[in-house]
């Protein structure tokens, strides 16, 4: 049996569609459909049915896929490890969203980043959730780190951390509202405050409402940056309310810098969560920054 083709069988298999794994291996759709239908022809048997969104395997597809992936893994790592120069580190490509990735993810990896034998050199791209998965996924990244959890078996999920959101401002906005103004199912106090955000939409504030009020925000974006940390900035300097991760605003807290405008029974939570290509944890320094991250992440409160 063609190996060629068993590879392409096993990237559509993962990827769940002919188009996602032709983009993969970098070949036509048709060039793909052709290797399928050939090794379908070899095997006598179907190994994927055509739906109109993707492929969904049949019985005897999954049951090739699960004979035949790990030793294409296996003979994919011992190629790309030949390729390596024993005198040079790995690399390894990491991608996720700015603050995250720069304020917990970084200050953990940059201790595998020397030449202990172990090590890997580090090379880190920001961007949303929806451009990092497919960017991973097209194999530009080793590692994401997301807070959307993929679908399907070409990409594998572990959840790394769950993320306290805060209702902040600076102390004047709270002397404003008046003690005892908030409750959690009052958000009319705070309607007439201006308000700090990364994007129009009002992705942060819209989701605490939803969460702790059951309800839209009434007001719109005063500040719009594409920054958490410029988003603290501009609520310590008075700009609004902002809503933010504990983690990132948790000094300027114990500082007074700003205040917690609300304390909700169950404060808003988001997950993180870590994804690699199927079958690449096999790679030693992938698998060696996956641990280390989720041993990392114990301690993140």
């Keep these: ?14 990827a769940g569609s002919f188009t996602r794994a032709a983009a993969l291996l970098g ?9 399928i239908r ?20 049949t019985t005897i597809g999954d049951e090739l896929a699960h004979k035949a992936a790990p030793h294409l893994d296996a003979l994919v790592k011992i190629a790309e490890s030949g390729l390596d120069d024993e005198s040079s580190l790995r690399t390894l490509h990491l991608a996720g969203p700015p603050e995250f990735t720069a304020e917990r993810a970084l200050p953990a990896l940059v201790e595998l980043t020397g030449d202990d034998g172990q090590g890997f050199a580090l090379r880190v791209s920001f961007g949303n959730a929806d451009d990092i998965l497919e960017g991973l996924a097209a194999g530009h990244h080793d590692l994401a780190i997301s807070t959307a959890q993929p679908r399907g078996a070409l990409l594998t999920a572990t ?12 102390p004047r906005w709270a002397d404003w509202i008046g003690p005892g103004a908030l409750n959690d199912k009052d958000a009319a106090a705070l309607e007439n405050l201006p308000v700090v955000e990364v994007h129009e939409s009002l992705p942060f504030v819209s989701r605490y409402w939803a969460s702790v009020f059951d309800c839209r925000p009434a007001a719109s974006g005063t500040v719009v940056v594409p920054d958490l940390r410029a988003v603290l ?7 609004g309310l902002a809503v933010l991760p504990r983690y990132l605003c948790a000094p300027a807290l114990e500082q007074g810098d700003v205040v917690a405008l609300h304390h909700p029974a169950v404060p808003p939570l988001r997950t993180y969560f870590l994804v690699v290509r199927t079958g690449t944890l096999a790679m030693p320094h992938i698998a060696r920054a996956h641990e280390w991250l989720l041993r990392a992440a114990a301690d993140w409160s």
């Design 1 to 14: 049996m063609d190996l060629a083709l068993l590879r392409t069988f096993v990237t559509v298999h993962r």
């Design 27 to 35: 070949l036509s759709q048709p060039a793909v459909t052709s290797q």
């Design 38 to 57: 050939t090794l379908e022809r070899q095997l006598g048997r179907p190994l994927f049915l055509r739906q109109a969104r993707g492929v969904t395997p």
């Design 159 to 170: 959840a790394l951390c769950d993320e306290e959101h805060v209702l902040v401002a600076a």
């Design 233 to 239: 900035s501009c609520a310590i300097g008075g700009a």
